[in-house]
């Protein structure tokens, strides 16, 4: 099968589009003139006027609706975008018209009859063919969003699911139990704290579960609960530093910190020797997570790429801003859009 690059396929096209107007242009040269059948001379004009016209009107409407899309999009604005484009398709009508009856007529001597009958024509004919054009083009656009809408809610749902269950699985609870057994011998009152920062991560989790963005401030608090109940755990060798302030009207997806968080201290070696080192603060409109890289050797099939695949996607259906990961200077570094 031949394949041609991007500009060889695109004026491949244009040739065909090129070749059916002139097959057009035949059976509407002998509608217009019958009689111009027996006068060669006079049908091959007739022929390459309405080739011309065909021609000009059919890709300049289409270079004129390419045009239009550029600037009003059917998705974000479908009224603003229906009245642009009916009026650039009826201007440059008008335009092309008026340039080939009057160039046929001064160039060729040929006249095309009356000049405001040709043009109300050509207008009513272009309208009622830009009409078919906009309802096919907004119903794509309209199952486009469909689609992209159904396929983001399964990526949100995807995405819960898998924070919920790193809060649950066994491990964690295995973890944080034994935890809090050694505590409960060692000091007590930690070990009140302790079951009250568990609990609080387990009913934030729950309450969290259905919403699409929740405030910064709230997220933060759930990812110190979350960091304590992991510093107990690690104690020293797990170095954190929160700098954020100013969180006032930002919201972010929920949970979505908490995974970050969580794929550091699930890939990263974390001992006394070689302590892990996670800072979050803020920058540029961005709650950047980063953390030092030390991996360590991590089962196939339990990669962090899911969880971050995960919160691209969600972002992707909430702002156009996008999810920044960087390595560099064996930094790992994710910067998470914030939210107005």
Not at 78 to 89: D, F, Q, S, T, W
Request: aromatic content about 12%; charged content about 20%.
């Amino acid at each position: 099968m031949i394949t041609f690059p991007k500009e060889k396929a695109f004026w491949v096209r244009q040739g065909k589009d090129l070749l059916v107007i002139f097959f057009l242009s035949l059976p509407f040269a002998y509608i217009v003139c019958q009689s111009c059948i027996h006068d060669t001379d006079r049908f091959l004009k007739l022929i390459v006027i309405n080739f011309c016209v065909w021609a000009i009107l059919w890709k300049g409407n289409e270079a004129t609706n390419n045009l239009v899309d550029k600037y009003y999009s059917w998705l974000q604005h479908p009224g603003k975008r229906l009245i642009a484009g009916v009026l650039a398709h009826a201007v440059f009508t008008a335009i092309a018209i008026t340039g080939i009856f009057y160039f046929f007529k001064f160039v060729w001597d040929i006249h095309l009859g009356s000049f405001q009958w040709t043009l109300l024509i050509s207008i009513i004919v272009t309208m009622a063919i830009s009409l078919v054009l906009h309802s096919i083009s907004f119903l794509k656009s309209w199952r486009t969003l469909a689609v992209e809408s159904e396929r983001m809610k399964k990526e949100v749902i995807s995405s819960k699911y898998e924070s919920l269950k790193n809060q649950v699985n066994p491990h964690f609870l295995f973890n944080s139990l034994n935890a809090l057994s050694n505590l409960v011998y060692e000091d007590q009152d930690q070990a009140v704290k302790f079951i009250k920062k568990l609990s609080d991560v387990y009913r934030y989790v729950l309450e969290s579960r259905d919403k699409d963005l929740v405030e910064l401030s709230t997220e933060l608090k759930f990812a110190e609960s979350y960091l304590f109940l992991q510093k107990i755990r690690y104690g020293e060798s797990l170095i954190t530093s929160i700098d954020v302030r100013n969180t006032d009207h930002y919201n972010i997806p929920p949970l979505a910190l908490q995974m970050l968080l969580e794929n550091a201290i699930k890939h990263n070696v974390i001992s006394a020797d070689e302590p892990l080192h996670m800072s979050l603060y803020l920058e540029d409109g961005y709650l950047m997570v980063v953390n030092n890289l030390q991996k360590k050797n991590i089962i196939k099939g339990e990669s962090s790429e899911i969880g971050l695949s995960n919160i691209k996607e969600r972002y992707s259906f909430l702002t156009d801003r996008p999810v920044t990961i960087s390595n560099k200077n064996q930094n790992f570094a994710v910067g998470l859009p914030l939210l107005k």
